[in-house]
Nanobody
Framework: QVQLVESGGGLVQPGGSLRLSCAAS????????MGWYRQAPGKQRELVAA???????NYADSVKGRFTISRDNAKNTVALQMNSLKPEDTAVYYC????????????????WGQGTQVTVSS
């Protein structure tokens, strides 16, 4: 019913920047929040940043001041601008859409993208 497609991952040197994008498509009536999570090898998936339809944001302490999340409600897209990247930012980044109301049933569901690799290394 709903698909999330991510783009923008890759290899970058420490101190560099990357921009991740995610587009949600399908039978969407509304999306409460969109966000980015990441999972490094051997670690649990963790929240990086999230933004509600009203524009409220939440960031992990480790990325505050370096990452910026933005959202286009009309297009159902979310982006994550990542600056001053560090090797510890290396992970698979997943897009998340929280409490998506679908037009078929008007039920609310969570959806995940397939993940995109971000590697920070010299």
């Amino acid at each position: 019913q709903v698909q999330l497609v991510e783009s923008g991952g890759g290899l970058v040197q420490p101190g560099g920047s990357l921009r991740l994008s995610c587009a949600a498509s399908g039978s969407i009536f509304s999306i409460y929040a969109m966000g980015w999570y990441r999972q490094a090898p051997g670690k649990q998936r963790e929240l990086v940043a999230a933004i509600t339809s009203g524009g409220s944001t939440n960031y992990a302490d480790s990325v505050k001041g370096r990452f910026t999340i933005s959202r286009d409600n009309a297009k159902n897209t979310v982006a994550l601008q990542m600056n001053s990247l560090k090797p510890e930012d290396t992970a698979v980044y997943y897009c998340n859409a929280d409490r998506v109301v679908v037009t078929t049933t008007y039920g609310a569901y969570d959806y995940w993208g397939q993940g995109t690799q971000v590697t920070v290394s010299s």
